[in-house]
């Protein structure tokens, strides 16, 4: 059974910087596509970011391009959303997510909260 599992998330001042990991079980992540999304209070979920493995590519959603940093460790089956310069909108619950290249994300976690004071 493939499990999600992120980490990291916490209270942190504007401007501060956060790091969110995803430790996925049952499954080797190393040919999946891999995202991070959030979700803020009572809004729909967005994208935040993801990693393609090949050929290795990053995509961002606009609102986190320059800030944000996406990147994996296939061997510890671990993705990693580096998170700087954080502002108060960027408060959510942000999860991880996992799927084969063409398939819709099919794989969650449980999310992690991440709050911005200003």
């Known amino acids: 059974q493939v499990q999600l599992v992120e980490s990291g998330g916490g209270l942190v001042q504007a401007g501060g910087s956060l790091r969110l990991s995803c430790v996925v079980t049952?499954?080797?992540?190393?040919?999946?596509?891999m995202g991070w999304f959030r979700r803020a209070p009572g809004k729909d979920r967005d994208f935040v970011a993801a990693?393609?493995?090949?050929?290795?590519?990053?995509y961002y959603a606009d609102s986190v391009k320059g800030r944000f940093t996406v990147s994996r460790d296939n061997a510890k089956n671990t993705v990693y959303l580096q998170m700087n310069s954080l502002k108060p909108e960027d408060t959510a619950v942000y999860y991880c997510?996992?799927?084969?290249?063409?398939?819709?994300?099919?794989?969650w976690g449980q999310g992690t909260q991440v709050t911005v004071s200003s």
């Open positions: 997510a996992a799927a084969r290249p063409s398939s819709e994300y099919n794989y």
């Open positions: 990693t393609i493995w090949s050929p290795t590519t990053t």
């Open positions: 049952g499954r080797t992540i190393s040919t999946y596509k």
